[in-house]
């Protein structure tokens, strides 16, 4: 039987496998990429080199990281037939929905095939990912038809340009750059287990990050950035914000950002990303949602011992961007399909298919009755 007391629910505290990967809460400061803590990636490297390592095991040369920027720029680019479904999609469809229908689509145009080609198919999901978002967001709400490739030399940068239709200020490109690196990978946390599960059937590329997409729309994952966005706008000052927040938890309402399911004191990430924020907000001359969200961390502290995961000073961080809130949950697919893929090599590489048992709990053994007599 599943001990919930012991942690076993929700498969909590149970290893499911090995990876070489990621480290989460074991050492550094709580979070490591194939050996590197994230401070030290997130301060010393660029998105597209943790994209590098996370396929290759390795951090790039400069010739190497030279090549690959180069591969991923020519990757940009979105065929006319994918064009033409994100053409048809309505404004009010949810973008986790577009990407799923996006990744699904563009694998009928460009099937990964033999499993030699997937780093390709890895990469060339990586390079189209923002215009998959930006070409559906821009026509669906805009009426605009956006060029889907960009001079800009980050993914990171790329994206916001075809968002905006301007070359963003370095420091938006550094604290996008930053963003991709701090959700590119997270071990085995829901969507990426959802990868692995996939992967193991031996199915295809497209399939693993397809079904993978469909586990972090859940606000209990991935959605949690825009679910935290919408609730500190409702807040106009950190004495309100304590106010209500108190209120909510009275009501046992769920506080969307705080918690984790497997770090216990503090989310790495979330010093990274709350920096940033209080920058931006400089920048952006009016700091108020980001002292409504130190708030928010402080009165969740003191009242539950819950602080702040990833997700929290992201929506901050996005706000002051000009990043609209629906479009979040889709940046995150933009760098975690960097794990997510790696997942997929990684459990081709040594795979068996993952088929774990469960306890039964329902009827005892009985025989069907006729129709007439049930
Ligand atoms: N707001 C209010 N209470 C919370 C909470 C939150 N964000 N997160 C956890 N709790 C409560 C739980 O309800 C539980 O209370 P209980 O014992 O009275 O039932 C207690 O704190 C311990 O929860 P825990 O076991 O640590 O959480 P979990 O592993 O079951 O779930 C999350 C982890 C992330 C799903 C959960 O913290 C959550 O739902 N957070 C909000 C969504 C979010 O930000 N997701 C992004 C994750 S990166």
Redesign the pocket.
Known sequence: MVDKKL?G??L?GQSAGETKLCTVGKSGSGLTYCGYDISDLADNATFEEVAYLLFNGELPNQVQLDGYNQELTQLRDLPEALKSVLRLIPADTHPMDVMRTGCSFLGNLEPEGDFSNQNQAANRLLAAFPAIMCFWYRYSHEGIEIECTSDEPSLGGHFLKLLTGSTPSAQHQKVMDVSLILYAE?EF?ASTFTARVCASTLSDMHSCITGAIGSLRG???????E??MDMIKQFNSPADAKQKMAG??AR???????????Y?ES?PRNVIIKKWSKKLATEYGDSTLYYVSVACEEF?WES?K?FC????FHASAYFYMDIPTKLFTPIFVCSRLTGWAAHVMEQRSNNRIIRPSADYVGAEPRAVKAISQR
Request: glycine share 16%; hydrophobic share 45%; charged share 20%.
């Open positions: 942690g629910a929700g909590r997270h946390n606000p209990l994952h991935g959605g949690a950035n679910a935290a909510m938890l046992r309402e769920k506080i969307m950002g705080f918690g984790h399911a497997i216990r989310d969740m539950k819950l995961n990833a997700d929290f």
